[in-house]
């Protein structure tokens, strides 16, 4: 019945042809499908770079050059317009080498007293994910007070790296030296305690703002709505996208990306299709937001459609959400077709693929097509590969990618590593080794994971002595997790220990846990 009435909701809700309308709140017959505005044609993709940056760059590349040569003969450049106007180029083309070797020959007593040419270089770093270059630059400028704009460079440059802790450590720094932050330095702000989850210094931040003359700004009340919405508070990302009298596209993703998060489908479903009777039409964010598990497969299949329609269809973060949602829909077999008939894919989409096939020995046939497509795996991927050895009981095999994990590719084993080699014993029936790998060979303290893993191993294969082990450590540290008590009972149980079962009965009890 619940679902019927769900699913009658999202029917209603879905997308009308004539975005130029005002949506009829008392529509009648339910709408099966999503109408999408009509695409101009798909114009022919170019496989060669654009010709007009082409020749910037090559333009560029000759003039640094020129520039290289001419210092080398010793020539004194110091005008700094020539420096901060090749400074801003590189920037606009993203040129980072021409810019390294343009920061060579820079007069270092230049660099260090023109704010223009320092402030310019900084962000070509920042931009471009060279943050302890940027820093350096930084460090020696004697006029970064003199406005927000290296500040802003370098908060959005840690920012965008996901370093979202010297994001705020630099924004309290700038405050504390009395710089004014600007309409460009609370967007960046607000995206770190979002990434961090820190409302309460995110809400500290939204009071700043207000006393700062920026509540009504577009980019910063998009900030505040990305915000709240990571933060949990789906009440407030609301109230703070209603206040948005001229939204833009990064406002309606943002909403979008806030309904998805707390799992409410039927308000993102209801966004969507207020955002294009509005006149603005999907971009790659929105689609693959939309795209959630969850979603019928009808919608799925009528967005697909839509985006093919449009020449979008290979758009890599919507073909590897397709890929996921048909995956979840329990249409594996459309996920194999959208990824075999991709003409590039990154490591999403390897990952993609790998991990819906956790418990299908394909994943590893996968596996290896990445590698011989010189695609490094990551921590994502092994974590994939090592759930399908332990389903399918491959311990060698799962004890080879565990090596090369760390003996090949560097990557120290996280939390959920261990947790899937504990698993992979427990699943062959090997408790001793998948206790052994807790107590030997795990370089972390075992969380809630692991020992749970271990726990649920016991439980399989009724092993009573280490079984009790697993349950005391998670006693602690999941304290009010009534599924271990009920797990070492029923381990008790099957052994025949009634005054244990009974035992374990009354500290449930005692702790409140319904029977």
Not at 79 to 107: K, M
Not at 352 to 365: D, R, Y
Not at 450 to 471: D, P, Q, R, T
């Amino acid at each position: 019945m619940a679902m019927s009435m769900h699913y009658q909701l999202i029917n209603t809700f879905c997308l009308n042809k004539d975005t130029n309308k005002k949506p009829n709140r008392k529509l009648q017959t339910p709408i099966t499908q999503l109408s999408f505005p009509k695409s101009s044609p798909t114009q022919l993709l170019l496989t060669h770079q654009n010709p007009s940056i082409q020749t910037k760059l090559e333009a560029l590349y000759n003039v640094v050059q020129d520039l290289e040569t001419s210092v080398k003969n010793g020539l004194n450049i110091d005008d700094p317009r020539i420096f901060s106007s090749l400074l801003e180029t590189c920037y606009r083309l993203q040129a980072i080498e021409l810019g390294i070797r343009i920061h060579r020959v820079i007069p270092t007593r230049l660099l260090r007293r023109n704010a223009g040419v320092s402030s310019k270089l900084l962000r070509l770093y920042a931009s471009n994910g060279y943050m302890e270059d940027a820093h350096q630059v930084f460090d020696v400028m004697s006029e970064r007070n003199s406005s927000a704009f290296v500040w802003n460079s370098l908060i959005s440059g840690y920012s965008e790296m996901g370093l979202y802790d010297d994001a705020l450590a630099l924004y309290f720094q700038m405050i504390e030296e009395g710089v004014e932050p600007d309409g460009f330095t609370f967007p960046r702000v607000l995206k770190a305690c979002g990434g961090m989850g820190l409302i309460r210094v995110g809400q500290e931040v939204h009071r700043e703002i207000i006393r700062r003359g920026y509540a009504n700004d577009l980019f910063v009340l998009n900030g505040l709505v990305g915000m709240y919405a990571k933060c949990g508070d789906i009440v407030m990302a609301r109230k703070m996208f209603d206040k948005i009298v001229l939204k833009d596209i990064v406002s309606w993703n943002s909403m979008l990306a806030g309904f998805v998060k707390h799992d409410m489908l039927f308000d993102a479903l209801v966004t969507f299709r207020q955002m294009m009777l509005d006149g603005f039409e999907p971009d790659a964010v929105s689609i693959s937001t939309i795209l959630t598990p969850g979603l019928p497969e009808k919608l799925v299949a009528e967005i697909h459609a839509w985006v093919i329609r449009k020449g979008t269809e290979w758009n890599l973060p919507i073909v590897n959400s397709l890929i996921y949602v048909y995956s979840n829909n329990g249409r594996l077999d459309r996920a194999r077709q959208v990824f075999d008939q991709m003409p590039e894919r990154d490591l999403v989409s390897w990952n993609s693929i790998i991990s819906v096939h956790n418990k299908h020995p394909n994943a590893l046939m996968y596996f290896q097509l990445m590698l011989s497509a010189n695609i490094s795996p990551d921590t994502i991927t092994f974590v994939s590969v090592l759930t399908v050895c332990a389903h399918l009981r491959l311990v060698k095999e799962g004890e080879r990618l565990f090596s090369t994990m760390t003996d090949k590719y560097g990557i120290n084993p996280s939390m959920e590593h261990y947790a899937c080699l504990v698993n992979l014993y427990g699943r062959a029936g090997l408790i001793v080794e998948a206790y052994k790998v807790i107590m030997d060979k795990m370089k972390l303290e075992a969380g809630p994971t692991v020992w749970g893993a271990l726990l649920h191993a016991c439980y399989v294969h009724g092993n009573v002595e280490i079984g009790e082990i697993a349950a005391e450590n998670l006693f602690e540290l999941e304290p009010d997790n009534s599924h271990n008590f009920k797990l070492l009972m029923q381990i008790y149980g099957e052994a025949s220990r009634v005054e244990d079962v009974e035992r374990v009965r009354t500290m449930m009890v005692n702790r409140g846990f319904d029977l």
